[in-house]
């Protein structure tokens, strides 16, 4: 096998681990590992990371708090995932595995990443800068656990041209909201999401099929 | 937000959109306009920085 192959193959380990290859490059990877120790430990290394991201559930909302079975569950899977490294007692497992989870969630800054208000969070208003003459619009933003929601209201877009909805952050990159019709001088109303938390954007932008900016606001 | 800065940006979202959200490299890929290979790596080296930043905080692994 020649180095940049192996090379190739380790960087798929973490995708490997986390169960994101396509079977052909799954398969690889796993002939891979039946042949090289090096991998193997590399593999071996990241398995209770992955045990401790399994307990990450984004979608749970107002999970602030660890949930009262954590040490259950984390014990059950670090149990089963480590059956045959089993030097340590019983209990310093225990308490590592809880350890491990916790970890992660406070790497993850789960308190404030996928915590937040815990009822309807208002609505904060944007200054949006209009860029198309007959156009207006209101926008308001909602800080939710699993990211940012937009809600617009707007008349004076082109009837059925499409326009799409994208967060920037500080360091430019972008995080595509979603896309929506225009309805003329109709009012549109809709709602888009974005996966980020509405303290990384800086800036809403909202830009029509050409890529013309038509509204966007300067985020606090 | 100080434990969460612990991981780079490029290394949390990778992990954040493949892995908790379950979108797609591809998808990714498209958003962010890295290669899909180049995001398959980086979740090996956000793992890694991961597993760092765990043993970091006192946990054995």
Redesign the interface.
Known sequence: MRAEDHQDL??????Y??D??SASDRTAVADHLTTCPACRA?AA??E???S??LL?D?TASGNAAPPPDLGARVLQMVDARRRTAARHSRLRRGA?AV??AA??L????FG??FGGPRNAPPVIDVALNLDVPGLTADAGLVRHTWGTELKLEASGLTDGASYTVTFV?D?G????AGSFLGTGAKPVRCSVNA?LPL?AASQLVITAADGTVVMNANLP | MAALERLSSEHREVIVETYLRGRSYDELAADSGVAPGTLRSRTFYALKSLRATMREMGVSL
């Open positions: 380790r960087e798929l380990l973490g995708a681990v986390l994101q290859l590399e290394e990241l209770p990371v992955v401790a991201l990450l984004p590592g350890l491990v970890s992660v406070a790497a993850f800054g404030s990443w952050r360091n990159s972008r995080v595509g996966a303290d």
